[in-house]
């Protein structure tokens, strides 16, 4: 088991960026897998991006394409979320996720129940 912990979440004004950092602790290196999330309040948590164990290959929702990018650096057990031209419609909660169970290392995990561990989530409110 890992313990996830996010940060850089806040108040923005539409069309600023933010990034998300999340910090491993615990078992970093049985991580493979990593993603963000995010939940609205009264919505289902929702796929944001992923990255691979390497992180050589990531992937990103077509709601955030363009705008958000996903990364980490292995050295620091720490993965990003990068968010540029934030809109109001990504207020969310941002939580981050990691997989520890056997992976595809080639293969994008977009279920939350793909994912082993999870962070409190970190808050993003965007205004208009």
């Known amino acids: 088991q890992v313990q996830l912990v996010e940060s850089g979440g806040g108040l923005v004004q539409a069309g600023d960026s933010l990034k998300l950092s ?4 615990g078992r970093p290196f049985s991580v493979k897998a990593m993603a963000w999330f995010r939940q609205a309040p009264g919505k289902e948590r929702e796929f944001v991006a992923a990255i ?21 650096d292995n050295a620091k057990n720490t993965a ?7 809109k109001p419609e990504d207020t969310a909660v941002y ?10 290392p080639t293969y994008y995990y977009y279920r939350p129940n793909d994912y082993d561990d999870w962070g409190q989530g970190t808050q ?5």
Do not use: E
């Open 80 to 86: 990003y979320l990068q968010m540029n031209s934030l």
């Open 124 to 128: 993003v409110t965007v205004s208009s």
């Open 95 to 104: 939580h981050c996720a990691a997989r520890t169970r056997p992976s595809f």
């Open 52 to 72: 691979n164990s390497n992180g050589a290959a990531t992937t990103s929702s077509t709601f955030v394409k363009g705008r958000f990018s996903i990364s980490r």
């Open 22 to 25: 999340c910090v491993v602790s």
